[in-house]
């Protein structure tokens, strides 16, 4: 009975002791948002220019790293994404894109898929992943 009581004079107390900032202090402290002039076109507009992706190795691998693990999940939607992140980080690396191609086999999207395939045999001719980038190509012909 007591705890019911002592709850509400605590909550009380603490909301009259502690003074409250004036409202005009409030509104200074948050940056004022400026909606886009009508004049120009969405380009400008910062706000939707997409993210530049600069080249990151070391990002490529932990994605491709984090794709793998939502691979053996059968998250396949999230796989794609990592995988697809990896390649923008790194555009060179041919395990990013066959793992990419991997996933995207998973989710039956099979132009994409056969996409990333090829940029794998485009990237690393002479390597063991680009021999079986070429075996899955060959199925999908």
Not at 30 to 57: F, R, W, Y
Not at 72 to 100: E, I, W
Request: net charge positive; hydrophobic share 35%.
């Amino acid at each position: 009975m007591t705890r019911h009581l002592a709850t509400p004079v605590f909550l009380a107390f603490l909301l009259t002791s502690a003074p409250l900032p004036p409202l005009r202090a409030q509104q200074a402290q948050k940056p004022a948002v400026n909606p886009p002039e009508e004049g120009n076109p969405p380009e400008e507009d910062e706000s939707l220019i997409p993210e530049k992706v600069t080249l990151n190795p070391m990002e490529a691998e932990r994605s491709v790293k984090v794709g793998t693990f939502y691979m053996h999940k059968g998250k396949y939607r999230a796989a794609v994404q990592r995988f697809t992140l990896a390649t923008k980080y790194n555009p060179s690396s041919a395990d990013a894109f066959f793992k990419l191609g991997e996933a995207e086999e998973k989710l039956k999207n099979t132009d994409a898929a056969k996409t990333a395939f090829e940029k794998v045999v485009r990237l690393a001719p002479n390597t063991k992943l680009a021999q079986e980038a070429q075996k899955k190509l060959e199925k999908k012909s």
